[in-house]
């Protein structure tokens, strides 16, 4: 059972393009929501958070959109080089936990930008 | 160099055989976690440890063990390896006090159970 959705799957973009990745939660007792970068053989490295008060965040080309009633986050990809081919994974951290599960995440999403 | 360091980098195992993952960080990190990732599924929690002395199970335990004997290490135990323990594994760990910034993978080690 996926507590974080993340769609799509993959997703190829021309450069010059915007990539859009969603992602969707249930928890409400979630209070960050980060967005990780993966590129082949390296492990996730963070790329840019929210909190659930507001509603954008941008930082360069990425920009984080966040709707609270709806439960739904997207990363919003400006510009997409091809240097941003990489997987991208949605997450939900929270802060109070019994079990130490703190980091969600998304099933992720294979960006492909072509030149 | 800081960081967490996993070895092996990749490994084919035959179905049955005993394995251990292993994690060492300089970072001395607190809490340390084990994830697999797999397409489709992202990554799921294997097991934790808070401080050295202490475990915990995560999301997808079974048939994988940890140890916490001190703050640099945490390797991860497969008693009887299946073929559904093929999977790419990811050592973390983070400073006690820090949130959702704090977190530092490894850059994973590839398993193939034949």
């Known amino acids: 059972q996926q507590q974080v959705k993340q769609s799509p799957q993959s997703l190829i973009v021309q450069k010059g393009g915007i990539s859009i990745i969603n992602c969707a939660y249930e928890?409400?007792?979630?209070?960050?929501f980060p967005w990780y970068q993966q590129f082949p053989g390296k492990g996730p490295a963070l790329l840019i958070a929210?909190?659930?008060?507001?509603s954008e965040k941008k930082e360069g080309r990425f920009t984080i959109s966040f709707n609270k009633s709806a439960k739904q986050f997207s990363l919003h990809i400006m510009d997409s080089q091809p240097g941003d081919s990489a997987t991208y994974f949605c997450a939900a951290y929270s802060g109070v936990s019994t079990s130490g599960s703190r980091l969600t995440f998304g099933e992720g999403t294979q960006l492909t930008v072509n030149p | 160099i800081a960081g967490i360091t996993q070895a092996p980098t990749s490994q084919i195992l035959a179905a049955g055989r005993r394995m251990t993952l292993r994690c060492t960080q300089d970072?001395?990190?607190?809490?340390m976690y084990w994830y697999r990732q797999d397409l489709g599924l992202g990554l799921r929690l294997i097991h934790y440890?808070?401080?050295?002395?202490?475990?915990g199970k995560g999301e997808v335990p079974d048939g994988y063990s940890v140890s916490r004997a001190n703050t640099d290490d945490f390797p991860l135990t497969l008693a009887s390896a299946v073929p559904s323990q093929t999977s790419v594994y990811f050592c973390a760990s983070r400073p006690q006090g820090a949130g959702w910034y704090g977190y530092t993978f490894g850059s994973g080690t590839r398993l193939t159970v034949v």
């Open positions: 928890n409400t007792a979630f209070d960050y």
């Open positions: 440890s808070n401080t050295a002395g202490t475990t």
């Open positions: 970072m001395r990190h607190n809490a």
């Open positions: 929210i909190r659930p008060d507001v």
